[in-house]
């Protein structure tokens, strides 16, 4: 990032350019033809890399602010959440018929409730003030990894699974958490 700095490009251009990517994952996955899983693999990974690279520009440049947080944080949702709701009809042709739909339905949801969490949150007490700490080296959003891994390796319905249960466990907790700042 650092030859971006001083340069015209903002970290909010980066987070555009993740909200396409992500937008472009999606649409890969949405279709049943696995070697269309493969492109939306490779923007999703690009577009995961985008979601760092936002971050760290604005702090190498000194530009953020409360509007860019608040946009990171909205687009990052919708591209992960995306992700799920279009793997959900991407393997709705598998063991899960048109159960993945609904699952991928779940698990857009639940990333939602969580951004109306940390937005409500955050617009009381700040921004970054509402985030479940890091495990070590290891921050929770690191396992959006696993998504374009598994739709690589055609492990697409176990994916929705997961993230039919593990979503909306987080938008649990998150709500449980920080209820106190809801409202």
Same mark, same amino acid.
């Given at each position: 990032?650092?030859?971006?700095? /001083?340069?015209?490009?903002?970290?909010?251009?980066?987070?555009?350019?993740?909200?396409?990517?992500g937008l472009?994952?999606?649409?890969?996955?949405?279709?049943?033809?696995?070697?269309?899983?493969f492109t939306g693999s490779a923007a999703f990974l690009f577009?995961?890399?985008?979601?760092?690279a936002? /971050?760290?520009?604005?702090?190498l440049s000194g530009k953020f602010s409360r509007h860019g947080h608040q946009y990171d944080l909205i687009v990052d949702a919708l591209s992960n959440g995306l992700a799920f709701f279009a793997i959900g009809f991407g393997v709705r042709n598998g063991a899960l018929g048109n159960l993945s739909i609904a699952l991928g339905t779940l698990a857009f949801v639940s990333v939602l409730v969580v951004? /109306?969490?940390?937005?409500?949150?955050?617009?009381?007490l700040g921004s970054g003030t509402i985030a479940l700490p890091p495990m070590g080296r290891f921050d929770p959003d690191d396992a959006m990894i696993a998504v374009p891994i598994?739709?690589?390796? /055609?492990?697409?319905?176990?994916?929705i699974v997961a993230a039919a249960i593990g979503t909306p466990i987080m938008a649990a907790?998150?709500?449980?958490?920080?209820?106190?700042?809801l409202f």
């Open positions: 990032m650092r030859p971006l700095v /001083g340069t015209r490009v903002t970290p909010n251009h980066l987070t555009t350019l993740r909200l396409a990517t472009v994952a999606a649409a890969c996955y949405a279709t049943t033809d696995t070697a269309w899983h577009s995961m890399l985008l979601d760092r936002d /971050g760290e520009l604005a702090r951004l /109306g969490v940390v937005l409500r949150g955050e617009s009381k598994a739709m690589v390796f /055609g492990a697409g319905v176990p994916l907790v998150f709500l449980i958490r920080f209820r106190k700042h």
